[in-house]
């Protein structure tokens, strides 16, 4: 019933995508969502080798035999990244489908697409989406206003975002920001998006490899408990809603340099958060759809409940007619 040009494309049986999310989309997750009928995506940067990415994929493909991808960001960073290697590893590990998100990666289609690799870029603008069509990307996944982690400075939502671009493109639109329940997911395809992308509805989850203790906090949050951080830096992140969140804000609203607000914006503070389970310790991306997060399921469940809440959506809207 849901099949589109994503699910044709990418060989996977339901158009739901699993976000690249820092120390999260790792093996346990990725192939979780792939052996469920989604499409899992794998952080490259949560590996902080290219060799360690390379054996991350390769313990994937012993977990799955189904599609996965990698997610390659390119963002400001204290620590120069060298993209070419990663880059190599995922074409050399046999990986077809790639996405791409933060600045322009125009310097490296090339090389993935003749190597037969589907690129599929994250933009939160219509602008930088017809970029992204442009230099040969194959799909563009729309990001609202309402996403965890990187919204951009434009402040859209996905209401307005996903018909827009659709509107604007000829290649495939996938939703992304706001979307964890049958609801959206059929509000997304009604639309015009050709599949969503879900992160954190996916983080709390049985399989997501991250500390009860921060899966309980999240699951009590309601859609105001996230924070934008950043922002000075125009580099706007939305995180949930905790005290280092805060300290960062108001460090920020007193005019604090970059150099000193990079003790607190290292990802190894929440990478250990998320080891340890103390919720206060780092930042944590967060999207508003935490509102309507109400249990831990399994991967399958998830996926399952939503295209079969989806179907008798439509059926029950098919019946106002």
């Not at 849901?2 to 739901?16: C, L, M």
């Not at 009928?37 to 493909?61: C, V």
């Not at 289609?109 to 989406?129: D, F, M, P, Y």
Request: hydrophobic share 40%; with cysteine.
């Amino acid at each position: 019933m849901f099949k589109t040009q994503f699910t044709n494309d990418f060989g996977v049986e339901f158009p739901i995508m699993q976000g690249g999310m820092m120390w999260i989309s790792k093996k346990e997750l990725v192939s979780a969502v792939s052996n469920a009928g989604g499409l899992g995506i794998l952080s490259a940067l949560t590996f902080e080798t290219p060799d360690k990415l390379a054996n991350e994929i390769e313990q994937t493909k012993k977990l799955t035999n189904k599609p996965f991808g990698v997610n390659l960001t390119f963002l400001p960073t204290l620590k120069p990244v060298n993209y070419d290697a990663y880059i190599e590893v995922i074409i050399q590990s046999g990986v077809k489908i790639v996405e791409t998100a933060g600045r322009n990666p125009s310097d490296y289609i090339e090389k993935l697409k003749s190597n037969n690799v589907k690129i599929i870029h994250k933009c939160t603008s219509i602008r930088h989406a017809l970029k992204a069509q442009s230099i040969g990307c194959d799909y563009v996944s729309i990001d609202g206003f309402e996403c965890a982690g990187h919204p951009g400075e434009d402040d859209v939502t996905s209401l307005i975002l996903i018909p827009r671009a659709n509107d604007e493109l000829n290649i495939p639109v996938i939703a992304s920001g706001g979307f964890g329940d049958a609801r959206g997911f059929v509000a997304a395809l009604s639309l015009g998006a050709c599949a969503v992308n879900m992160g954190t509805r996916f983080m709390i989850t049985k399989e997501a490899p991250l500390h009860e203790n921060i899966k309980q906090a999240l699951l009590k949050a309601k859609e105001t408990d996230t924070v934008l951080v950043e922002r000075s830096l125009k580099n706007t992140l939305r995180a949930f809603k905790n005290a280092h969140a805060l300290k960062v804000l108001e460090l920020e609203q007193q005019g604090s340099t970059l150099e000193e607000l990079a003790p607190y914006l290292s990802g190894l503070n929440g990478k250990k958060m998320l080891d340890e389970g103390s919720i206060d310790n780092g930042l944590l991306a967060c999207g508003q759809v935490i509102g309507l997060i109400n249990d831990i399921p399994t991967i399958k469940e998830l996926i399952t409940n939503i295209i079969n809440q989806a179907k008798s959506i439509i059926q029950n809207q098919a019946k106002l007619t």
